[in-house]
């Protein structure tokens, strides 16, 4: 069971921005430990998308952009392309569990 | 360029064991710790298994503690998961991860992961 929350899916037109919510605890993301963003295009290897809450690694366009604050992290995507169509994951560590604990993953549809 | 190819998937009967294998290229293997990822059938991601680039660290998810064992040999640029009293939920495919950051293992990221490798445990 994901201890991250995030909604199942979320759409949009092409150009247009949408953003994931990453729900967590006190025991996560609310103490202050890292946010990750994953993509994930079914049957293929996952990619690492953003790290350190708002970090873009080379080669990730400037269309993805995360956020921090409180329990939750959000990941935003403007200008909405085709390609973007992916299941997306956000990840972070609970003190609790000593354990990496992802988010139970969102759907990106564009219209 | 980073390559993670993992290996020794099948099927298995509950009870069972099997063991996975990652071999990594393209970077100093020696110099990053490494983890295992899986994704049951029509879920999401779940962590199974971290270890330190030396093997001085490992950490386990709860739902694998005592049944999989994490190892690695740098000589040979490898990465493995020893899975015994296999059930049910572990059916998934097995991703093998290259971790990414400072020496507080809590923080990395997983920076590049392999194709997967599908265990299927069924009687």
């Known amino acids: 069971q994901s201890v991250l929350t995030q909604p199942p899916s979320v759409s949009g037109a092409p150009g247009q921005r949408v953003t994931i919510s990453c729900t967590g605890s006190?025991?996560?993301?609310?103490?202050?430990?890292?946010v990750h963003w994953y993509q994930h295009l079914p049957g293929t290897a996952p990619t690492l998308l953003i790290f350190?809450?708002?970090n873009r690694p080379s080669g990730v366009p400037d269309r993805f952009s995360g956020s921090k604050s409180g329990t939750s992290a959000s990941l935003a995507i403007t200008g909405l392309q085709a390609e973007d169509e992916a299941d997306y994951y956000c990840?972070?560590?609970?003190?609790?569990?000593?354990?990496?604990?992802f988010g139970t993953g969102t759907k990106v549809t564009v219209l | 360029e980073v390559e993670l190819v993992e290996s020794g998937g099948g099927l298995v009967q509950p009870g069972g064991s099997l063991r996975l294998s990652c071999a990594a290229s393209?970077?100093?293997?020696?110099?990053?710790?490494m983890n295992w990822v899986r994704q049951a059938p029509g879920k999401g991601l779940e962590w199974v298994s971290y270890?330190?680039?030396?093997?001085?660290?490992?950490q386990y998810a709860d739902s694998v503690k005592g049944r999989f064992t994490i190892s690695r040999d740098n000589a040979k640029s490898s990465l493995y998961l020893q899975m015994n009293s296999l059930r049910h939920d572990d059916t998934a495919v097995y991703y093998c991860?290259?971790?990414?950051?400072?020496?507080?293992?809590?923080?990395?990221?997983?920076?590049?992961w392999g194709q997967g490798t599908l265990v299927t445990v069924s009687s």
């Open positions: 991860t290259r971790g990414q950051g400072d020496t507080r293992w809590y923080l990395h990221r997983l920076g590049n």
């Open positions: 393209g970077f100093t293997f020696s110099g990053h710790s």
């Open positions: 270890i330190k680039s030396d093997g001085g660290n490992i």
């Open positions: 006190s025991s996560n993301i609310g103490a202050d430990y890292v």
């Open positions: 350190n809450d708002n």
């Open positions: 990840q972070s560590y609970d003190g609790s569990l000593s354990a990496y604990v």
